[in-house]
């Protein structure tokens, strides 16, 4: 997305995208380009409490929680986004994540079964107005706040319609799917995008772990929701500040 970006090794990431690649679950890069080949990825749908910049990539809280969402999203691969939270006269809170297109863009991310999200306060994971006990750090202004996630819609498409779901091509991926690890690695075997999809949260560059695991098959577009007058700006790629250790965002290739 500016990749929600996909990951290669020693490949040099390019600034676009191709609509050929984003029905594959690609993504373009912000600012706006007269390419008309070129698809950008920015915040589109969005709680009216949101304000959004002119620029498509900042978002700016007024008062309660609302949750704005990007008008492109991700179906097969490994992608990868960043926010940076920025400085405000007046405190403000942060969620961030992943959802779908039945998400409540009225409420948090995390508020339903359609949205998964990284709480600022307590580092906390939310999903379905459920907290977890225990996840990551918090965070706060001028921290970067990256999320990976990997699904695979077309294996849920022909999983659906009784074929066997074809795996994931090998790519980047953190190893073994740990907890514990915070290396990413080469997918030595490709697993069933039901047993392999999740998502992950990183903190100036820190692994958090493991936040999710075996979402539902469906197309996920990256969220993000502020209580009180603060601004985020995303950076959707492929020049991340704090890009997961190992790995280069690139867009795939063109058939």
Known sequence: MA?????????????????????????????????????????????PLLVLGDDGVTVSGTKGFCMARTNVGVKKGTYYFEIKLLPAAEAYHVRVGWGTKKGDINAPVGF??????????????????????????????????????????????????GATPSPLPGRF???????????????????????????????????????????????????VSIYGPGTVRANFGPDFECAPPGVVAVPPPVE
Request: glycine share 10%; with cysteine; proline share 5%.
């Open 3 to 47: 990749s929600a970006s996909r990951y290669s090794e020693d490949t040099t990431p390019t600034k676009r995208l191709r609509v050929d690649d984003v029905r594959d679950g690609g993504v373009g890069t912000p600012p706006q380009s007269k390419d008309k080949e070129a698809v950008l990825v920015r915040w589109l749908d969005k709680g």
């Open 112 to 161: 339903d079964e359609h949205s998964y999200g990284y709480r600022d306060i307590g580092g906390e994971t939310t999903h379905k107005s459920k907290r977890s006990d225990r996840y990551g750090e918090s965070f706060g202004v001028g921290d970067i706040v990256g999320t990976l996630i990997c699904v695979n819609w077309e294996a849920g498409e022909k999983k659906a319609e």
């Open 173 to 223: 991926a953190p190893s073994s799917l740990s907890k514990q690890s915070s290396d990413l690695v080469a997918v030595s075997s490709p697993r069933r995008v039901d047993d392999a999809s999740y998502i992950r949260f990183f903190v100036n560059g820190r692994d958090q772990g493991m936040a999710f695991e075996g979402m539902p098959f469906a197309e996920y577009f990256p969220c």
